[in-house]
């Protein structure tokens, strides 16, 4: 499971989202790209949630660093296998018991 928060940039115009960059603050960012697959799986939620998010950024607290993270189609599909993959048995018997 990925759980957590990140801030957000917003572009409104005429009070409609028309785009949304995703920024996570790492206070301690040993490797910045450890967390590539974490903003992956958020631009995916958000982008399912029809939120046009266009970017992600780790942004490193110590160093003052704001890397970018790849959220093209192919690398949100990657996030997408890796998510259903790792899924527990336990998380599997409740979404068949839900439907």
């Known amino acids: 499971m990925v759980s957590g928060r990140a ?16 920024v996570d603050y790492k206070s301690a ?8 697959r974490q903003l992956q799986i958020y631009t995916d939620a958000g982008r399912q949630e029809g939120i ?8 490193d607290l110590q160093s003052g660093d704001r890397i970018a993270v790849n959220v093209t189609p192919s690398k949100i ?5 890796e998510v259903i993959s790792v899924r527990s048995p336990r998380s599997t018997a409740c979404s068949r018991r839900m439907t």
């Not at 046009?52 to 950024?57: E, I």
């Not at 599909?77 to 296998?81: G, I, K, L, N």
């Open 52 to 59: 046009p998010v266009q970017s992600a950024y780790i942004h």
């Open 7 to 22: 801030d957000v940039n917003l572009e409104e115009r005429d009070g409609e989202i028309s785009w949304m960059s995703i």
């Open 77 to 81: 599909s990657e996030a997408e296998v």
């Open 29 to 36: 960012a040993d490797d910045p790209t450890s967390y590539d």
